[in-house]
């Protein structure tokens, strides 16, 4: 009988180690398991890795150009004496008390790009032009639509022409400084000068124009303003 309970005991103390060895096999099995990962194997906590593969992933690409559908030439941001980032050969210089672009050759170009001005839209300039003109003020589409007005001279008062219309003595041009509007609405390019209706063109109502440009700018000339805007008023 003493051998019998004695072998009891040594079964139950067996059953006891085998019990408590299951419980701290089962609590400890992450890390049993994380000591036969090879080394090049991430844990199971970590994230695996991702790499870059330059021939299927697509590179990063350049933000796209901002195109502005408002545009607006602050030259009081210059001081006179400046050169102006929107052209080449010009120079900021105070005419009339003012603030104002003028040439440091005849040969002055102003040229705005990456504008959106589409549908319905208007641009007015105040500029002074001398005696011997030479200037075309240019709004540039993408493709080779193109809308123009062209100064040229010599002459006392200078000759005007957009599309058609070759002129002057019928416009409110005068001497000195003047305003130049184009208003552009359902096809129709309408040019003004000081507010009085110049002449009319037809353009294709969908085209995108991007680039407005005044060129032939000398010492003698002076642009004071230009603002571009997809809003166009009614005349």
């Known amino acids: 009988m003493a051998d019998s309970k004695h072998r009891n005991e040594i079964i139950l103390a067996l059953i006891g180690l085998v019990s408590a060895l299951g419980v701290a096999l089962i609590s400890n099995w992450d890390k049993i398991l994380s000591g036969f990962q090879s080394p090049d194997q991430p844990s199971p906590k970590d994230p695996p890795t991702v790499t870059e593969d330059p021939e299927t992933d697509p590179p990063e690409t350049d933000p796209p150009i901002n195109e ?6 602050d030259i009081d941001t210059y001081e006179i004496g ?3 980032d929107e052209g080449t050969n010009l120079l900021v210089k105070e005419r009339d008390g003012r603030k104002a672009i003028i040439g440091l050759t005849d040969g002055g170009k102003l040229e ?4 959106k001005l589409t ?16 200037s075309i003020f240019s709004v540039e589409s993408t493709t080779s639509e193109k809308v123009s007005i062209i100064f040229d001279g010599p002459h006392a008062t200078p000759y005007i022409t957009f599309g058609t219309m070759r002129g002057y003595d019928n416009t409110g041009w005068k001497s000195g400084k003047n305003k130049y509007e ?16 110049f002449n009319t063109i037809e353009i294709e109502p969908t085209t995108v124009f991007t680039t407005v440009s005044l060129t032939g700018i000398g010492q003698d000339e002076a642009l004071f303003t230009l603002n571009a805007t997809n809003k ?3 005349k």
């Not at 502005?68 to 030439?73: A, I, R």
């Not at 549908?119 to 030479?134: A, K, P, Q, W």
């Not at 208003?183 to 507010?195: E, M, P, Q, S």
């Open 112 to 115: 705005i790009t990456n504008l």
């Open 68 to 73: 502005n559908e408002n545009f607006s030439l």
């Open 119 to 134: 549908g319905n839209f208007s641009i007015v300039f105040e500029v002074t032009l001398n005696n011997i003109y030479n």
């Open 82 to 84: 400046d050169l102006p």
């Open 232 to 234: 166009a008023t009614n």
């Open 182 to 197: 184009i208003i552009v609405r359902k096809g129709l390019a309408k040019f003004y000068i000081n507010d009085q209706f």
